[in-house]
Nanobody, 113 residues
Framework: QVQLVESGGGLVQPGGSLRLSCAASGIAFRFYGMAWHRQAPGNQRELVADITRVGSTNYADSVKGRFTISRDNAKNTVYLQMNNLKPEDTAVYYC???????WGQGTQVTVSS
């Protein structure tokens, strides 16, 4: 059974940083691309960033230059480093295995002064 557990969310001031982690189990992690999505209240879930099994990355225009997705196959973990956070980044962030359509439970990120 696939399990994805996100952590690292919280409350941060504008301009601050957070690093989200997603620990995966139940899959041969190194063979799968991974992604981060987010959903703000009243909005649809949107793709933030994804990373292929060989490490190629893709970002939403709204986070380019501020967010970095990475993976550690030895730890079965994907990360999202978020810098220069803005209030509009406030959302629940979800880890995802696109090929399997498996989702984590989400972690709340709130950017507010």
């Amino acid at each position: 059974q696939v399990q994805l557990v996100e952590s690292g969310g919280g409350l941060v001031q504008p301009g601050g940083s957070l690093r989200l982690s997603c620990a995966a189990s139940g899959i041969a992690f190194r063979f799968y691309g991974m992604a981060w999505h987010r959903q703000a209240p009243g909005n649809q879930r949107e793709l933030v960033a994804d990373i292929t099994r060989v490490g190629s990355t893709n970002y939403a225009d709204s986070v380019k230059g501020r967010f970095t997705i990475s993976r550690d196959n030895a730890k079965n973990t994907v990360y999202l480093q978020m810098n220069n956070l803005k209030p509009e980044d406030t959302a629940v962030y979800y880890c995802n295995v696109p090929l399997l359509q498996e989702w984590g439970q989400g972690t709340q990120v709130t950017v507010s002064s």
